[in-house]
């Protein structure tokens, strides 16, 4: 396959990673994710497996090397390994994986691997049931952890688990998810919580800073920094006494914008170049019009062109936050 020349925005910025949601739709109501009341998007406006791997094919054309399936939740997407095995034929792509909330992850992880997904990212929030189950509203933590064990077993590498730490809900179990890290076979990302809840409940007071949970983690185990991958949202901690590695994402009070390498792709077809902005580009009419491949190539390429900054900036300039989407409809 032939490889263009490569996406960069107006800061120099190269993309290199695309996070793909393929359906805004979840079975989980979480509280920092989800509105009370969300209105899903019609059937028809969503991508066609087909439409997402001609998207995706041309982005890994033009240099992007990982691609990352979202949501939503990316397994209520019926046939969801049919998708996993036309993105997984894409030459030259290096990465492939998926982030899930683990619910239906038991009973799909080994038709995962063998369909070609190679690493699984799973959202753990808490380790104690019934604050797990406040969190999500109503998610059964024993199927959450079914399904690690399932993807554990299935061999999935990289396996992650995330974790949104909210001040006054889950801040007192950081050390307590760090230990699940320790023994190596998976690493365990904390997150700051952000402004995507849908309910605007998100406040400074309620974000645990990164310094703040390296801090407490560091109460019962020893860290040492790893060096942070270019393009990486997560900086990386390793045990002294162990053989696991933690990260931490400061997308709040340390953004990683400068050299930011992700592009998303919404459930609809939007070409969104960044997280924090409301600004979409709309690939779906093109996609659904006969476009050539020329002409959806240089809509993306004026898509990256147009990223924002980053999440400073973009902060200052809508205080009031009215610009957020919710998180489940773009997928993180």
């Known amino acids: 396959m032939c490889v263009l020349s490569v996406l960069t925005d107006s800061f120099g910025r190269v993309a290199r990673k695309l996070r793909v949601s ?11 994710c989800m509105p009370t ?7 028809s406006e969503i991508l066609t497996f087909e439409e997402i791997d001609r998207v995706a094919s041309l982005f890994v054309r ?3 090397e990982n691609i990352r399936l979202s ?11 049919q998708l996993v095995e036309l993105l997984a034929a894409i030459p030259n792509l290096r990465g492939f994986s998926m982030t899930t909330n683990g619910f239906l992850l038991a009973e799909k992880a080994s038709s995962l691997k063998r369909a070609g997904l190679k690493g699984v990212t799973v959202s753990l ?5 019934e604050r797990f189950s406040e969190i999500t509203g109503g998610g059964p ?9 399932a993807a554990k077993s299935s061999g999935f590498q990289p396996l992650k688990i995330n974790a949104v730490i909210i001040r ?19 690493t365990v990302r904390f997150i700051e919580y952000m402004p995507f809840d849908g309910e605007r409940h998100w406040g400074m007071d309620k974000v645990v800073s990164g310094k703040e949970i390296v801090d407490r983690i560091r109460e019962r185990y020893e860290l040492v920094p790893a060096p942070r991958p270019a393009g990486s949202t997560a900086q990386l901690y390793e045990f002294e006494d162990g053989k696991g590695e933690i990260g931490i994402i400061t997308s709040i009070t340390q953004p990683f914008c400068s050299d930011c390498d992700r592009i998303r792709l919404s459930a609809d077809g939007k070409i969104v170049p960044c997280l924090f902005d409301k600004t979409g580009f709309d690939l ?7 476009a050539s491949d020329e002409t959806v190539l240089n809509f993306m390429r004026h898509a990256v062109l147009h990223k924002a900054p980053g999440v400073e900036t973009l902060l200052k300039k809508y205080p009031q936050l009215e610009h957020i989407r919710p998180m489940h409809t773009i997928g993180g």
Request: glycine share 12%.
């Open 22 to 32: 393929v359906t805004d739709r979840c079975n989980f109501r979480c509280q920092f």
């Open 37 to 43: 009341h969300p209105v899903w998007l019609p059937h």
């Open 62 to 64: 033009m240099g992007v």
């Open 71 to 81: 949501g939503g939740e990316p397994l209520m997407r019926r046939d969801i390994e």
């Open 125 to 129: 929030h808490s380790l104690k049931p």
């Open 141 to 149: 933590f024993g199927k959450v952890i079914e399904g690690i064990k």
């Open 168 to 186: 006054g809900c889950n801040d007192g179990e950081i050390a307590d998810l760090a230990s699940l890290a320790v023994e190596g076979d998976v």
């Open 284 to 290: 779906r009419p093109l996609l659904r019009t006969g």
